[in-house]
T-cell receptor, first 112, second 114 residues
Framework: QKEVEQNSGPLSVPEGAIASLNCTYSDRGSQSFFWYRQYSGKSPELIMFIYSNGDKEDGRFTAQLNKASQYVSLLIRDSQPSDSATYLCAVSQWTGANNLFFGTGTRLTVIP | EAGVAQSPRYKIIEKRQSVAFWCNPISGHATLYWYQQILGQGPKLLIQFQNNGVVDDSQLPKDRFSAERLKGVDSTLKIQPAKLEDSAVYLC????????????FGPGTRLTVT
């Protein structure tokens, strides 16, 4: 059984701070890692994906991957109230099927 | 570019009734996914289509759930008979192809089984 674990939160940070979201996964065969943002009552939207060890930056977002530790994280710099949402970590094996296994999500609240 | 369309947006049924959901993916997207998202959980893949063929339905409760994608475009997901634990949001997503292609999600159908 493939497991993806996240702290459910809620995680509260003040506006302008760095929010750090963490995810661990059980399947060492996992190759691709995704972060989705889901606003309340809305559908998930992709923020970033990463498949190589190290950091990947996109604007205020940085994804970090450590396959040896089976750990992936998302950092949000200069957090804004509009970043308040649930962040879903998803992992996939590098197969043609591209099945995504999602964690339960971490609820982030950015306090103005 | 139009996004993934789903209908209905909300549905309330009694247990043991049947229900069907419809999805129209983004034009040109060969891969279509149905997910079930129970409140407080992440989405769980039910079935994946590549064009009109099933790629993975290992997590689909086949005794009560069925899905089809005739002509490789629109898809329907059916539940018959529904159980209380089927109450969830059913999300349809599509992507250009399998692999490292972004999955775009539709707005979902919120099903309540009473």
């Amino acid at each position: 059984q493939k497991e993806v674990e996240q702290n459910s939160g809620p995680l509260s940070v003040p506006e302008g701070a760095i929010a750090s979201l963490n995810c661990t996964y059980s399947d060492r065969g996992s190759q691709s890692f995704f972060w989705y943002r889901q606003y309340s009552g809305k559908s998930p939207e992709l923020i970033m994906f990463i498949y190589s060890n190290g950091d990947k930056e996109d604007g205020r977002f940085t994804a970090q991957l450590n396959k040896a530790s089976q750990y992936v994280s998302l950092l949000i710099r200069d957090s804004q109230p509009s970043d308040s949402a649930t962040y879903l970590c998803a992992v996939s094996q590098w197969t043609g099927a591209n099945n995504l296994f999602f964690g339960t999500g971490t609820r982030l609240t950015v306090i103005p | 570019e139009a996004g993934v369309a789903q209908s209905p947006r909300y549905k309330i049924i009694e247990k043991r009734q049947s229900v069907a959901f419809w999805c129209n993916p983004i034009s040109g997207h060969a891969t279509l996914y149905w997910y079930q998202q129970i409140l407080g959980q992440g989405p769980k893949l039910l079935i994946q289509f590549q064009n009109n063929g099933v790629v993975d339905d290992s997590q689909l409760p086949k005794d009560r759930f069925s899905a089809e994608r005739l002509k490789g475009v629109d898809s329907t997901l059916k539940i018959q008979p529904a159980k209380l634990e089927d109450s969830a949001v059913y999300l349809c997503a599509s992507s250009l192809a399998p692999g490292l292609y972004e999955q775009y999600f539709g707005p979902g159908t919120r099903l309540t089984v009473t």
